[in-house]
């Protein structure tokens, strides 16, 4: 809070340039801080897309048309999305819809919207970008890796399996002015090695899966800042009995020769979570995606709303993704999966490694904006976080993960990318969706 005389100044300053400036006041409202849990009412009073001053409740003058009443609401920051693939401009206002002020694109190219986990080409993602960043369209701030490195040989990503291929890579990658790079699996240790070396030279961060059959603390320690999915390597590595083991190997319908790869995961939780802590390196779950698995029978989810926003391509894929699931025979198995994966967030959030709020959508079914929110509800619901737990890895997580000094709170001095809720995120995690307004830079692109 400021002294009085200085709150008083800036009030006789405000009030004379409300009639000309661009400032919104959100009036006596619960600010959430994030960091501890702590609820104060307040006003605040944005002025272009900057929060300009956060004071005593009712102690700002209201203007028609310049205001919106908080009484009763709760204010937090926007919230993130840390792992999308956009595959259509349609995609960037749903996020809005949803309270997502930023999200981070996974990657891929490709052409023609699909039911994928690919992203458009880099092109179309920097377009938007820019548009986005200078106010000409809406959307969330977007942070984009570009096409993604593998040794699976997929025509929508650059093949890195030798050291001149991960060299070429990295040109086209930073012609195309990504943010970061994404690297997929099956990548050759010699690789995988340039692609630390050159992430370095370029002062790029490389991020994404797992590349068998290596250790995640080497893959760690080479400088990967983040990594994306519970897949087989930690999963493996949290293991402990055969059986346990042996259950998780029929689930992902191992062969034999498979069954050699995981030898040196096994039982490897303790190096694994120090190598995390050795490299403040960052765990993106997502957990959605793994529970879209599960929801064949699930009407609400199928028929959910926003899918009619979706290009046809994308529902089209959903159906036949559904039909694969209700043919499953192994829903036990993925029953497992779901409970182990449950087990290790929750280990990880115990053991404070930072956790990013990721999605996945549209793969596997999910609503771009939507998904997010059921993100931090599994977090709670399944895997026994605290609210404010989950709300951290979709807000300051984020932030801190991208070295933003001026998002991720409601503070003065900050971006005004808000969400303002109708009820108390923290009784309710359920209660991010009770959204009555969404500003982003300053204005209302939401208000319900
Ligand atoms: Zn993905």
Not at 115 to 137: H, Q, T, Y
Not at 166 to 174: D, G, K, L, M, T
Request: hydrophobic share 40%; proline share 4%.
């Amino acid at each position: 809070m400021k002294n009085i005389f200085v709150l008083f100044l800036s009030l006789v300053f405000i009030s004379c340039q409300f009639e000309t400036e661009e400032v919104l006041i959100i009036s006596n409202t619960n600010i959430i801080d994030l960091e501890t849990g702590d609820i104060s009412k307040c006003d605040i009073l944005i002025r272009d897309s900057v929060i300009a001053l956060v004071s005593e409740a009712n102690s700002i003058p209201t203007y028609a048309n310049k205001n919106i009443d908080g009484t009763g609401y709760y204010l937090i920051p926007g919230l993130w999305d840390m792992h999308v693939h956009i595959q259509d401009s349609t995609y960037l206002s749903m996020f809005l819809d949803y309270g997502i002020t930023g999200v981070r694109d996974m990657g891929g190219c490709v052409n023609v919207p699909t039911d994928g986990c690919e992203s458009v080409c880099p092109e179309f993602l920097n377009r938007w970008k820019v548009a986005i960043a200078e106010g000409k369209m809406n959307g969330p701030q977007l942070y984009i890796s570009g096409t993604q490195l593998s040794g699976t040989g997929w025509p929508t990503s650059f093949s890195v399996s030798t050291k001149e291929e991960v060299e070429y890579a990295f040109q086209q990658n930073i012609r195309d002015q990504v943010d970061f790079i994404k690297v997929y699996e099956k990548i050759p240790w010699e690789s995988y090695q340039e692609i630390a070396r050159l992430a370095k030279l370029h002062d790029l961060d490389f991020v994404g899966h797992v590349s068998k059959p290596f250790l995640l603390s080497d893959i760690l320690d080479l400088g990967q800042k983040s990594i994306e999915h519970i897949r087989e390597p930690i999963l493996y590595s949290f293991t402990k009995d055969s059986k346990e083991l042996e259950n998780f190997m029929i689930a992902d319908h191992y062969t034999i020769e498979d069954r050699e790869f995981v030898k040196p995961w096994i039982n490897d939780a303790e190096n694994v979570i120090e190598s995390f802590k050795r490299n403040e390196a960052w765990f993106t779950p997502t957990m959605a995606v793994q529970y879209a698995r599960q929801r064949y029978n699930d009407k609400n989810w199928i028929n959910h709303p926003f899918r009619h926003k979706l290009p046809n391509s994308v529902t089209d894929g959903l159906y036949s993704h559904i039909d694969a699931m209700k043919a499953n025979k192994d829903k036990i198995g993925d029953m497992l999966w779901w409970m182990a994966l449950t087990k290790l967030v929750k280990r990880f959030s115990e053991e404070k490694i930072g956790i990013l709020a990721g999605s996945d959508a549209v793969c596997q079914g999910g609503i771009p904006g939507y998904s997010l929110h059921e993100e931090l509800f599994l977090m709670v619901e399944e895997a026994g976080l605290s609210p404010l737990e989950a709300i951290q890895t979709a807000t300051i997580n984020p932030c801190s993960y991208f070295g933003l000094k001026k998002n991720g709170k409601v503070h003065e001095e900050y971006y005004a990318d808000l969400v303002l809720l109708k009820e108390n995120p923290l009784e309710n995690i359920r209660n991010t969706l009770s959204i009555k307004a969404v500003i982003k830079y300053g204005k209302i692109v939401q208000l319900n």
